[in-house]
């Protein structure tokens, strides 16, 4: 059995946006895993690009990803990252909650964590992360 892979709103921006690592993703994206936090994360950068709302939120849902409500466990999780991450370096990588969620579900999941997001690799957690673009 495949290990399971969540997407970064980095990851699915960069298939939305036709840009560098977008290749990477289209065929993770069907049956991927994304929070809902991510997900508002990709509707505000389209609506901030000028897309309309509604086409922009049905084309994001027709991907073909299982959206994840963010759960409780997953909220204690996210906050045990900001902890962990900026208690144990200097300067501290302080990641967004956006990024939080993702890593955290990922962790839930026991999954693989896809971003564009280069410092993710230099992160000291017991996940898998790949790191596109």
Known sequence: MAKAVVLDASAVLAVLFD???????????????????????IQSQ???AGRPPGVAWNRV???????????????????????KLVGNSQPPKALSLGDRACLALAIERNAT???????????SLDLEVVVIG
């Open 61 to 83: 849902l027709s991907m073909g990803f299982e959206v994840v409500f963010f759960s409780e466990e997953q909220a204690r999780l996210a906050a045990e990252l900001a902890e």
């Open 113 to 123: 964590a896809y971003t564009t997001n280069r410092t993710w690799k230099n992160l």
């Open 46 to 48: 389209l609506l901030l």
């Open 19 to 41: 840009e560098p690592g977008a290749g990477e993703i289209i065929d993770l994206l069907h049956g991927g895993l994304l929070s809902t936090v991510n997900l508002a994360e």
